[in-house]
C-alpha cells in the first residue's frame, strides 16, 4: 500500500464549449481496468448520438495499467492528451471520457489537443482531487482522569482525532500516519507518565481535498 496518492474526490462531469462543439468531461475512480472499461461504457451509453467518446484512464500503484483511447478522433488529438493531464496531475485510479458533440467547426490537430486537453483539467477541477494518506488507527486505553489532557493536547497537534469509547475506562482512536506511529506512542506514554495502553489498529487511508490547479 502506498504512503500517499491522489485521486479524483468523486464521480462527476464538466461541460465546456470551444468553437461550437460541446466537450463534456465525465470522471470517476477506478480501481481495476475492469471498472475503467464500464464506466466508459456507460458514457458511452448514455452519450451514443455524440460524435466521439475519447477516454483514457490510469490504474495501479505505480500507474502499471495505463490506455488511451482516440474514439474516431486524428490519431494522438484526443486519448492521449487526456492522459497526460492525469500523469501531470499525478492521479492514480483515475477514468476520463471527455464526449464531444460537433459544433460545425474544425480545430485541427492542435486545437484537438488542446480542447480535450482544457476540458480534462476543468473537469478534474469542478470534480476535485484528494490525496488519500495511509493511516494507522491507534488505541489509546487510559484512566478516566486523563481524558481531559489526551483530547486536548490530541485536539491541538498535527493528529486527527477519530472517535472516544467511553466503558470501563476511555479509549482514544487516533488517525497516524504510519511513520510517525513509534514518535506518536512515545508522546503519549510520557503525557501519561506510562500509565495508557496504546495499541496499533487496522490501516486505511483518509483523504484530504487538494485546491484546484
Known sequence: MLPNYFT???QGEHEIIIQKSRFIAHISRAETEE???????DIKKKNWNATHNCSAYLIGEHNQIQKANDDGEPSGTAGVP??????KRDLKDTVVVVTRYFGGIKLGAGGLIRAYGKSTTEGLNAVGV??????TVMHIDADYSWLGKLENEIRSSTYKLKEIHYSEQVEVEVYVEDSEVGTFSEWIIDMTNGQATIVEGEKLYLEVDIPPK
Do not use: D, N, S, T
Open 82 to 87: 487526456i492522459l497526460e493531464v492525469l500523469k
Open 130 to 135: 484528494v490525496e488519500r494518506k495511509l493511516m
Open 8 to 10: 479524483v474526490k468523486k
Open 35 to 41: 471498472e475503467a472499461q464500464q464506466f466508459i461504457q
